[in-house]
């Protein structure tokens, strides 16, 4: 029987680009091709040269359609060229992670989110007024403390069902916000289970009418904002003694500091505060323990002596393969050096 293939990308939104996608019915048999979308309509071509090309990079079981219907995440490439369409920044984590490969880096992304009403309120916000400040609902169970339960348990349900990378999920500082965690694993496989996350996020919360804010800081004041951060570790880090290789790690990327923090997602001078479990963006540092450090090494880590550490400054708007090509560049290009 004919199945339904939705074919998922990024687009060319600016700041921050948004999800697109489409569908396509093939035959009993058939692999998803290449495939093709108008990308003056996503802001990634001009009306007179619109086409732009969808090359499948990765599949999985469509969890909401069922049956034999499945996910197909797409690169963007020029339709003219066939060379990587200047959005595409999954072509470049495909460079480094094939140039640095011996470093066998893995990730761990903890992407948080913001629910909102449809007017931009966040949900658990009462009407024209805030809720009692932070502390119980972190973590938290029960009326008052906790929103749309059910939308979270549909998502995590249909990220299993897909055979993506999830981990684990919590309700956030905030009302309204929450986080799943995807890895670890190699950064393309991390990205693309992320940003397959992030549509069925998207797609679930349609059904509840919620809208989902990838924003830095949703609500301005003594609220947090959303955070994507990124754990990692080279071959050397998990083999290590006496945190030798964490401490490189950390070192070279306190080099880089507004190569990464440029690159970490839109507005995130209004995250990275100092306050609100951050360290200010301008600043860097790092520490065992230390949610309020750029990098954290978690203390399970100092006590073995190896392990990962935890770059907690990207936005929940990062871009995936950005964020973890940076760090590969940066950490592995030290290493050799
Ligand atoms: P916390 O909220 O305390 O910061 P989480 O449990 O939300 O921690 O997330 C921990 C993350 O660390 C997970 O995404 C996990 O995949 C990642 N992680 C664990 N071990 C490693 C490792 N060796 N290399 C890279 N990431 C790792
Ligand atoms: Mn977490
Ligand atoms: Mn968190
Ligand atoms: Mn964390």
């Avoid at 323990?289 to 073995?304: C, D, F, K, T």
Wanted: proline share 6%.
């Amino acid at each position: 029987m004919a199945y339904q293939a939705e074919y998922i990308w990024i687009d060319g939104t600016e700041p921050t680009p948004l999800l697109r996608s489409k569908t396509k019915i093939l035959a009993d048999g058939k692999t998803p091709p290449v495939w093709g979308f108008d990308g003056s309509s996503t802001n990634q071509a001009p009306g007179d040269k619109s086409d732009c090309m969808l090359k499948p990079v990765f599949t999985c079981p469509d969890p909401i359609r069922g049956r034999d219907n499945i996910l197909v995440l797409c690169e963007v490439d020029n339709a003219r060229d066939g060379k990587p369409h200047p959005t595409n920044t999954r072509a470049a984590c495909v460079r480094a992670s094939k140039k640095y490969a011996q470093h066998e880096m893995i990730f761990g992304i903890e992407q948080e989110y913001t629910l909102l009403k449809l007017d931009g309120t966040p949900l658990g916000f009462p009407d024209g007024g805030f809720p009692a400040p932070q502390g119980p609902y972190y973590c938290g169970v029960g009326a008052g403390r906790v929103v749309a339960r059910e939308l979270i348990e549909e998502h995590t349900q249909a990220c299993i069902d897909a055979g993506l990378m999830i981990e684990g999920t919590n309700a956030e500082v905030m009302p309204g916000q929450w986080e799943f965690q995807i890895g670890a694993a190699d950064a393309l496989t991390v990205s693309d289970h992320l940003t397959v996350a992030r549509w069925l996020l998207h797609r679930i919360a349609e059904d509840f009418n919620i809208v989902v804010s990838l924003a830095a800081k949703p609500q301005k004041g003594d609220w947090n904002g959303a955070g994507a951060h990124t754990n990692f570790s080279t071959k050397a880090m998990r083999n290590d003694t006496n945190m030798k290789a964490i401490k490189a790690a950390c070192e070279a990327i306190g080099k880089k500091v507004d190569l990464h923090i440029k690159n970490y997602g839109h507005d995130i001078e209004s995250r990275l505060t100092g306050a609100h479990e951050t360290a200010p963006y301008n600043r860097f540092s790092y520490g065992v323990s230390n949610r309020g450090a750029s990098i954290r090494i978690p203390w399970q880590v100092e006590l073995a002596g190896k392990g990962y550490a935890e770059d907690r400054r990207p936005n929940a708007n990062v871009d995936p393969y950005v964020v973890t090509r940076l760090i590969i560049e940066t950490v592995c290009g030290a290493a050799e050096r």
